[in-house]
């Protein structure tokens, strides 16, 4: 069974521009969760979407979106992006985002904002 | 302000030796705990999950859960060169704050068997 995939894997962009990253989950999966990891802050929860819809958001401004279609693959969006929004972008899936499942992770998107 | 606290480390442990990971974690209602393990520039990549208090052994892998005390913690016996990585401990919180069913994790601790 294919593993979580995510394109580009690698991004650089400059501040004021917007970014699109894109997550395929496992075959079956129907969550899938957004993560930011960076060197001070860790791995922190962006949103998690469930058959098309948002289930839960994390902390983050609104210039952070995300969509879900019906294939279950989701896309993550950053409008006007800041320097500080330098990261890797992880996207995991589980089954159904269950309390008791495993998430999978996705390689990350590393995206460089100069 | 839900929070995984790890000591940073780094932990370094002869090859052979066992490896000790600690965890607490601020949400009594907590309900599972996920340790990962991340090699540089990687992905984290589940090593074991807990539910319920007391051990649970996985070849060379312990994980230990005291909900009372809000711990959790990881061995690793036989520790060998290739265990060296960030451990990521991670724990999926209850109710509210729009966090039910998602992983709040630690800032992790980095492990190094020396050889």
């Known amino acids: 069974k294919a593993g979580v995939t995510q394109t580009p894997r690698y991004l650089i962009k400059t501040r004021g521009q917007q970014v699109t990253l894109s997550c395929s989950p496992i075959?079956?999966?129907?969550?899938v969760s957004w993560y930011q990891q960076t060197p001070g802050q860790g791995l922190q929860f962006l949103f998690e979407?469930?058959?098309?819809?948002?289930?839960n958001k994390g902390n983050f401004p609104g210039r952070f979106s995300g969509r879900q279609f019906s294939n279950s693959r989701s896309e993550m969006n950053v409008s006007t992006l800041e320097l500080g929004d330098s990261a890797l972008y992880l996207c995991?899936?589980?089954?159904?985002?269950?309390?008791?499942?495993?998430?999978?992770f996705g390689p990350g998107t590393r995206l460089l904002v100069l | 302000q839900k929070e995984v606290e790890q000591n940073s480390g780094p932990l370094s442990v002869p090859e052979g030796a066992i490896a000790s990971l600690n965890c607490t974690y601020s949400?009594?209602?907590?309900?599972?705990f996920f340790w990962y393990r991340q090699y540089s520039g990687k992905s984290p990549e589940l090593i074991m999950f807990i539910y319920s208090n007391g051990d649970k052994e996985d070849g060379r892998f312990t994980a230990q859960l005291n909900k009372a005390s809000q711990y959790v913690s990881l061995l690793i016996r036989d520790s060998q060169p290739s265990d060296s990585a960030t451990y990521l401990c991670?724990?999926?919180?209850?109710?509210?704050?729009?966090?039910?069913?998602?992983?709040?994790f630690g800032k992790g601790t980095k492990l190094s068997v020396k050889p």
């Open positions: 949400d009594r209602g907590s309900q599972s």
């Open positions: 979407y469930f058959s098309e819809t948002q289930r």
């Open positions: 995991a899936s589980s089954l159904s985002g269950s309390y008791q499942e495993t998430q999978y």
């Open positions: 991670a724990v999926i919180s209850s109710g509210y704050g729009g966090s039910q069913g998602n992983l709040i």
């Open positions: 075959s079956g999966h129907r969550s």
